[in-house]
């Protein structure tokens, strides 16, 4: 499974069509962008291992990897975590809840999951792609989307992280932690929704 199946039912051709030409028109304006972008919100997530079972429909066959120290994992479960970045797992491991992608096939364990800026924060830290002059680390934007307002509760996002797979003008909003919502191409939404993506007006408010 790779990032791409993940992430096939957003139709980017379409998308990536719709936001030059929204951004374009912004950009024409007298005032220019003047903060303000027209912007894709996707969702991301924690994975939680005890969601990844046999009867749910996951390859929960206990797999290492390096890194883990000999630890065994749902070979689902560190799918997930190598999407996500982070997965909680059941069992603490000297003292840490979580599993972090380290590149290549290896893992770490980790106290938080984090990004660039921090700590993540459910429903206030948002990821997106590197090197976007307006969009950057550590601002705040605001979101118009009623859609994101009723599947996150809020409005209001600081980019505490980037992405290598995102594209220009997508915000990935942190959703928190959950069980994923199944198995195959499900496994990079949580459980508790089924959002998919939506297009909101972002102000740049910080």
Not at 77 to 97: A, H, M, Q, W, Y
């Amino acid at each position: 499974m790779t990032c791409a199946d993940l992430r096939a039912d957003i139709p980017w051709p379409e998308v990536v069509h719709r936001l030059a030409y929204e951004n374009e028109k912004l950009a024409r304006r007298p005032q220019g962008h003047s903060g303000e972008y027209f912007v894709v919100c996707t969702l991301y997530y924690t994975p939680i291992e005890s969601g990844f079972t046999f009867e749910r429909g996951f390859d929960a066959t206990p797999v290492t990897k390096p890194g883990l120290r000999g630890h065994k994992y749902p070979r689902d479960f560190l799918r997930s975590v190598k999407k996500e970045g982070f997965g909680r797992i059941t069992t603490p491991v000297n003292g840490r809840d979580y599993l972090c992608y380290n590149g290549g096939d290896s893992f770490r364990f980790a106290s938080k999951p984090t990004g660039g800026g921090g700590i993540l924060v459910a429903r206030f830290s948002a990821a997106v792609k590197l090197g976007q002059s307006g969009l950057r680390r550590g601002v705040i934007i605001e979101t118009s989307s009623p859609t994101v307002r009723e599947v996150f509760g809020s409005t209001r996002w600081k980019i505490v992280d980037t992405g290598g797979g995102l594209r220009r003008w997508q915000v990935d909003c942190y959703y928190g932690e959950d069980e994923p919502l199944g198995p195959g191409r499900f496994m990079g939404r949580p459980r508790g929704t089924t959002f998919e993506y939506a297009y909101a007006n972002a102000r740049i408010i910080k």
